[in-house]
């Protein structure tokens, strides 16, 4: 269960954000010491290419990252040997949080269009996001150095288009109803071939520090069943997520339970080379 939220202001660069990361834990640590157990581990979540194996961003533009060692870093924000590190895209763990303890409860096989904005506490973010996270089988599909799911520059064309350089919005709020619409039809035109060729159960749309728009999520839900599969498939369900951050949150816990204390004693091996270290 959720002890404690700390609402902690954006971060312009990775560098600060991990400054920041180190104040709460040292802030956490020092309230425990009246005989609570000390924070043991950390799950960090971000936009990207992220490979969950290696901990490694491999590609992030929002941070201007390649190939970015992240867990090496943030193992030098834990006193313990070796700490608990989870760094993983945070559209992937939306999706397993839906699938732990949300929407998707009860599903084996879908899909999480994941929408990222400003939202109302003054982002540093200059442009929407986008960003989805595919279980299959009942598994977290990660792919290739853990570049599946993620969106590139042919699912914003219409921004692209409809935008000058620049100009981006920041958030689906800014834009007009006609705007609206056309984004939401050019965004569920694409997607469905997406679900076309995956035949998931369900697709869920989670709007991650962006106000929910269930107009935005009608159009696409008709878009989306416009193209579908055999064709006329108006039973394919495209639902709205309430959760928000909350599902990452609950992604990022049962990940790092999962990676950590699962039968393939990752926790055993990190112990071994620490040991190696000594």
């Not at 640590?29 to 992220?50: D, E, F, M, Q, Y």
């Amino acid at each position: 269960s959720l002890l404690q939220a700390i609402d902690h202001p954006f971060s312009l660069t990775i560098g600060d954000a991990i400054a920041e990361l180190q104040e709460i834990i040292q802030d956490l640590n020092g309230a425990n010491k009246n005989g609570r157990t000390p924070l043991r581990g950390v799950a960090v979540s971000l936009a990207g290419v992220i490979d969950s194996t290696k901990r490694e961003v491999v590609l992030s533009r929002y941070w201007r990252l390649e190939h970015y060692a992240l867990a090496a870093e943030l193992n030098k924000l834990c006193d313990m040997s070796p700490p608990l590190v989870l760094v993983e895209n945070n559209a992937r763990l939306s999706a397993w949080g839906e699938k732990c303890n949300g929407l998707a409860r009860e599903s084996r096989d879908f899909i999480v269009l994941s929408i990222h904005g400003a939202g109302e506490r003054g982002s540093t973010r200059t442009e929407i996001g986008l960003g989805s996270g595919i279980v299959l089988d009942g598994r977290l599909f990660t792919g290739k150095n853990g570049g599946a799911g993620e969106l590139d520059r042919f699912f914003t064309k219409w921004l692209l288009t409809h935008y000058p350089e620049g100009s981006i919005p920041s958030s689906l709020t800014e834009m007009r109803e006609e705007q609206l619409r056309d984004f939401a039809a050019d965004l569920g035109s694409n997607f469905s071939h997406i679900i076309n060729y995956l035949a998931p159960e369900k697709l869920l749309v989670n709007f991650n520090e962006e106000p929910p728009s269930p107009l935005f999520v009608k159009w696409l839900r008709e878009a989306i069943h416009a193209n579908l599969q055999p064709p006329g498939d108006q039973d394919f369900p495209v639902e709205m997520s309430l959760r928000g951050v909350e599902s990452l949150l609950d992604g990022g816990i049962h990940r790092l339970r999962q990676l950590y204390f699962a039968p393939s004693n990752h926790l055993l091996q990190q112990v071994q080379q620490a040991l190696k270290r000594r």
